[in-house]
């Protein structure tokens, strides 16, 4: 994050602090902030050099809200907030069910005449806006009482997966848990910074039909559209507008225009185990929630709130498992057309349960081209207690013969340790896997182990060593551990002691799984 990003992301977070004497978390701050901000930059855009049409009607605007005080400012706020939430496409799905939770109007005026307004958010020369909200999504994820980690994945990582699968001009991507957007936004970035010859067909498929997401949580859905709206992505509220007409014009009752342009948004609000869908995609980039079991909340005949599990029956899955990231996994493969291909973040236990999880990581590796794996270091995520790794697959037609043929692991967890603040990830650290990967030439890929290099991170399995194995496990490592073998080689106390704390944490999050089974 640049100098200037990192004093207005400071800047504004030292305000939630004030705020927070008033009852507000960190989650209802940066959700007013996600409606500020995008008023502020709209009403920028509309003025030189850009001169955009505002997409928020006249009367609802930044300027309507930043010329009012006191009590009046409170009202109007509550009014345009229900206003906008009624407008069709992104800006509906920004505003949907906003409700004003600054309750102070002199802490409101100060949020807006004096934090945003003076600001100018959308920069000529330097994307200042997306590294200062980025940066607030982040803050947002370190507060561990929030539980917004999950949603939120490490951009180095994020970087990393899209130079590997490297999606190409006219392509479509999905991503089924999409969080609040990093892996679509970064998709973008690749295809605008590496393609810039792209033509004007192609900037228009990327803008309108390139990018699809889904989100289970509205509140985080919103936060993901507030980020694609940002970058240029989707239909403007007035194509949408036009389209309503155009579609009203031809016969369609109101709701199911609605629902058509709906269907036209990058983002929804949705279960993405649910249903498959019709829709066949390109590439696939996803880091699926934490949390082994697929539940919902039920009240009992007694009255009695109890977690109900979820199995997915699906006649395009392998197996039925309340298992949520093995049913992802089949997911993944049904979202993706003939030779399309995938990343998913996918926890240990994904490769090496048995049961279902076994008949999965068979028809996998028979059907799919399951040809690369990153043993991800632990510390990079802030849901605590998790080791993950990433799964590189390609889907494949049909076939007698099994069509992966090498899996290729890359171990970047042995004797790798990380923190989220005293020593987080980098871009860098995640270079020499980029580079082996070979994207586009599998086939030149060599191994940097061997019996005389046995440090070697990367190295490849046969098809029949993996089928092999106990339980067809993919749990693969071949790395000393130097600090169980020298005690000189031990990390420092603060890290065991957090390794220590994950391994206990995620224990826990197994015997509570249990408990809540039985």
């Known amino acids: 994050m640049s100098a200037e990003a990192n004093r207005i992301v400071n800047k504004l977070w030292s305000y939630c602090n004030v705020l927070r004497d008033d009852g507000l978390s960190y989650g209802d701050y940066l959700e007013q902030l996600t409606y500020l901000l995008f008023l502020k930059m709209a009403d920028e855009q509309t003025r030189p050099p850009w001169k955009r049409p505002s997409p928020v009607p006249d009367g609802y605007d930044w300027p309507s809200l930043n010329a009012r005080d006191g009590v009046d400012l409170e009202r109007h706020y509550r009014i345009l907030l229900d206003h906008l939430g009624k407008q069709h496409g992104l800006l509906g799905l920004v505003f949907r069910k906003a409700q004003n939770k600054i309750q102070d109007p002199a802490k409101l005026k100060r949020l807006v005449s004096d934090l945003i307004d003076k600001e100018q958010w959308v920069m000529v020369d330097a994307d200042i806006k997306g590294d200062a909200y980025e940066g607030l999504l982040e803050r947002n994820a370190q507060d561990t009482k929030s539980g917004a980690g999950q949603y939120f994945t490490p951009r180095p990582l994020i970087d990393a997966v899209v130079a590997c699968v490297a999606p190409q001009p006219g392509e479509t991507i999905i991503d089924p848990a999409c969080g609040t957007g990093g892996f679509l936004l970064a998709a973008h970035t690749w295809l605008t910074s590496q393609h810039p010859e792209m033509t004007r067909e192609q900037r228009e498929h990327l803008r309108l039909d390139a990018l699809r997401g889904v989100e289970i949580v509205q509140g985080v859905t919103r936060l993901c559209a507030m980020n694609l709206l940002l970058h240029n992505v989707g239909p403007t509220p007035q194509e949408l507008a036009k389209l309503r007409g155009k579609l009203i014009s031809a016969g369609r ?129 802030y849901a605590q207690g998790v080791k993950a790794n990433i799964l590189f697959f390609d889907r494949k037609p049909a076939s007698p013969k099994p069509w992966t043929r090498k899996l290729w692991v890359y171990d970047l967890r042995t004797n790798q340790h990380f923190t989220l603040k005293t020593n987080p990830m980098k871009r860098a650290d995640l270079d020499d896997f980029v580079a082996r990967y070979k994207t586009g030439e599998l086939n030149k890929r060599k191994a940097t182990w061997s019996e005389n290099t046995p440090d070697g991170r990367w190295r490849s399995y046969s098809y029949e060593e993996l089928v092999a194995r106990d339980k067809c496990s993919l749990d693969l490592f071949w790395l000393r551990d130097d600090s169980l073998l020298d005690a000189d080689n031990l990390p420092d106390p603060d890290v065991i002691a957090r390794e220590i704390a994950e391994d206990l944490r995620g224990a826990l999050e197994q015997i509570a799984a249990i408990l809540g089974d039985l």
Do not use: M
């Open 253 to 381: 009752k109101p709701d199911q225009a609605d629902a058509e342009i709906d269907g036209r948004l990058p983002v929804r609000t949705d279960d993405g185990l649910r249903e498959l869908g019709t829709a066949r995609y390109n590439v696939v980039l996803t880091n699926p929630p934490f949390g082994r079991k697929s539940s919902i909340l039920v009240v009992s005949d007694g009255g009695e709130n109890e977690r109900e599990q979820i199995s997915y029956e699906r006649e395009d899955f392998w197996a039925s498992t309340t298992n949520k990231q093995l049913n992802f996994v089949q997911h993944v493969k049904s979202l993706l057309e003939i030779h399309g291909r995938a990343a998913v973040v996918v926890p240990d236990n994904v490769l090496f349960e048995g049961g279902a999880g076994e008949t999965i990581r068979r028809k996998l590796l028979a059907e799919c081209d399951v040809h690369t794996l990153l043993r991800l270091p632990t510390g990079i995520f």
